[in-house]
């Protein structure tokens, strides 16, 4: 992380290593805070109005108002973003519940949100090396039951990453009540028998942008596509299984608990959807946004 970049901090651009919030700031103390990760490709933000609207989503369940109009979100993006020109970015956001001289997990009245933001720039796509894929293992889903909300309270997250990191695997796919719900920080899709599959909505995984950007270039595309629960024994024999994010992109799940999915490389439907979302990208870079406003 470059402390030369400005990060944004209570309506100031501050030099990251001086934007600093109180010890005292809830978002610290209970993680009583959510957050956005929005891509920027070639310094352009990607897909923000979906995003901002899962940020009003995340305030309105944990009872708080976003503090900035769209449209301020929309301008501290493009500043934060100019900084890396043309290069290809993740801006973090996180909007906390504030700090308050007294710790106590009642909600204060009023509430004076600490808003921050901030941008990292990204290593250009390599597809050379999204066609080696990922290797997952499955681990069982400890989170909460909101799992809908993009809070920052992401411990068990966190130790789960750690553990497939410490098995050799590059993510961890949650498995609660016998069913995959999504990664760690990415959602799940699978193909069974041609059809392409992800868990549904609920409260128990995030609506992840990627993932519905996937399921509209399916629909676009003639790809069949379904939502629903994918069993854990479904996950083990699909042809393919893919994991997205905003940082992931589309990964192509080639080994899953020390065995190979499919022919232990991306199937042929991950090359079609890549070649979908890069269209997306490429739209963006030549100032038409891909199904967005
Ligand atoms: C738990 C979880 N699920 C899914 C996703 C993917 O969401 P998106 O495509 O909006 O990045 C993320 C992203 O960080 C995540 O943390």
């Given at each position: 992380m470059s402390d030369e970049l400005l990060a944004y901090l209570n309506g100031e651009y501050l030099p990251r290593d001086q934007a600093c919030v109180p010890i005292t700031d809830r978002g610290l103390l209970f993680g009583d805070s959510v957050y956005e990760v929005i891509p920027a490709y070639g310094g352009l933000p990607f897909r923000v109005r979906h995003h901002l609207n899962r940020l009003d989503r995340s305030l309105a369940a944990i009872r708080m108002h976003n503090p900035l109009a769209h449209r301020q979100w929309q301008a501290i993006f493009e500043r934060l973003a100019q900084q890396l020109p043309g290069q290809d970015q993740s801006i973090y956001l996180q909007v906390t519940r504030g700090a308050y001289p007294v710790r106590n997990h009642v909600i204060p009245d009023p509430v004076v949100p600490n808003v921050l933001a901030f941008t990292s720039a990204n290593p250009p796509r390599d597809f050379a090396k999204a066609q080696r894929g990922i290797k997952v293992i499955t681990l069982e889903d400890?989170?909460?039951?909101?799992?809908?909300i993009k809070a920052t309270t992401l411990l068990a997250n966190v130790l789960a990453r750690a553990q497939a990191s410490e098995e050799g695997a590059d993510e961890a796919i949650l498995i609660r009540d016998g069913a995959a719900m999504e990664g760690t920080a990415s959602n799940l899709f699978i193909v069974s028998n041609g059809l392409l599959i992800t868990p549904p909505d609920?409260?128990?995984l995030l609506p992840g942008i990627t993932r519905d950007l996937v399921l509209e270039l399916a629909g676009e595309s003639g790809v069949p596509f379904a939502q629903a629960a994918i069993g854990a024994a479904e996950l083990e024999t699909a042809d393919e299984v893919w994991l997205t994010s905003s940082t992931r992109e589309i990964a192509a799940v080639v080994e899953l608990n020390g065995r190979p999915v499919g022919s232990g490389a991306p199937g042929e439907l991950w090359y079609r959807m890549d070649a979908l979302f890069q269209a997306c990208k490429e739209r963006l870079r030549s100032g038409a946004e891909c199904h967005d406003d």
């Amino acid at each position: 992380m470059s402390d030369e970049l400005l990060a944004y901090l209570n309506g100031e651009y501050l030099p990251r290593d001086q934007a600093c919030v109180p010890i005292t700031d809830r978002g610290l103390l209970f993680g009583d805070s959510v957050y956005e990760v929005i891509p920027a490709y070639g310094g352009l933000p990607f897909r923000v109005r979906h995003h901002l609207n899962r940020l009003d989503r995340s305030l309105a369940a944990i009872r708080m108002h976003n503090p900035l109009a769209h449209r301020q979100w929309q301008a501290i993006f493009e500043r934060l973003a100019q900084q890396l020109p043309g290069q290809d970015q993740s801006i973090y956001l996180q909007v906390t519940r504030g700090a308050y001289p007294v710790r106590n997990h009642v909600i204060p009245d009023p509430v004076v949100p600490n808003v921050l933001a901030f941008t990292s720039a990204n290593p250009p796509r390599d597809f050379a090396k999204a066609q080696r894929g990922i290797k997952v293992i499955t681990l069982e889903d400890i989170r909460w039951h909101r799992c809908d909300i993009k809070a920052t309270t992401l411990l068990a997250n966190v130790l789960a990453r750690a553990q497939a990191s410490e098995e050799g695997a590059d993510e961890a796919i949650l498995i609660r009540d016998g069913a995959a719900m999504e990664g760690t920080a990415s959602n799940l899709f699978i193909v069974s028998n041609g059809l392409l599959i992800t868990p549904p909505d609920s409260a128990e995984l995030l609506p992840g942008i990627t993932r519905d950007l996937v399921l509209e270039l399916a629909g676009e595309s003639g790809v069949p596509f379904a939502q629903a629960a994918i069993g854990a024994a479904e996950l083990e024999t699909a042809d393919e299984v893919w994991l997205t994010s905003s940082t992931r992109e589309i990964a192509a799940v080639v080994e899953l608990n020390g065995r190979p999915v499919g022919s232990g490389a991306p199937g042929e439907l991950w090359y079609r959807m890549d070649a979908l979302f890069q269209a997306c990208k490429e739209r963006l870079r030549s100032g038409a946004e891909c199904h967005d406003d």
